[in-house]
Nanobody, 119 residues
Framework: QVQLVESGGGLVQAGGSLRLSCAAS????????MGWFRQAPGKEREFVAD????????SYGDSVKGRFTISRDNAKNTSYLQMNSLKPEDTAVYYC????????????WGQGTQVTVSS
């Protein structure tokens, strides 16, 4: 089984920055896509960003493009989400996920970390 643990969430003022980490264990992720999603109260889970195992393929949701940066360190089985220029609408629980099948759904999820952006 795969275990994912997010960290780095917290409270920040609008315009500030946070860096989230997702540490994976239980299996090797060097060739698996890793992603970040978020969910605000009363809203659907939203795609934020994901990255291929090599780092050569990266995608961002429109709402975060230009402000957030995803990266990964396969030696550490860890992905990162650098969040800059945070806005109150970025407030959500942020989840990391791992996808092991090309084009398939994200199969494994962490428990989430709360990000709150105050105005």
């Amino acid at each position: 089984q795969v275990q994912l643990v997010e960290s780095g969430g917290g409270l920040v003022q609008a315009g500030g920055s946070l860096r989230l980490s997702c540490a994976a264990s239980g299996r090797t992720f060097s060739r698996y896509r890793m992603g970040w999603f978020r969910q605000a109260p009363g809203k659907e889970r939203e795609f934020v960003a994901d990255i291929s195992w090599s780092g050569g393929s990266i995608s961002y949701g429109d709402s975060v493009k230009g402000r957030f940066t995803i990266s990964r360190d396969n030696a550490k089985n860890t992905s990162y989400l650098q969040m800059n220029s945070l806005k109150p609408e970025d407030t959500a629980v942020y989840y990391c996920g791992v996808r092991t099948v090309v084009g398939g759904p994200y199969e494994y999820w962490g428990q989430g970390t709360q990000v709150t952006v105050s105005s």
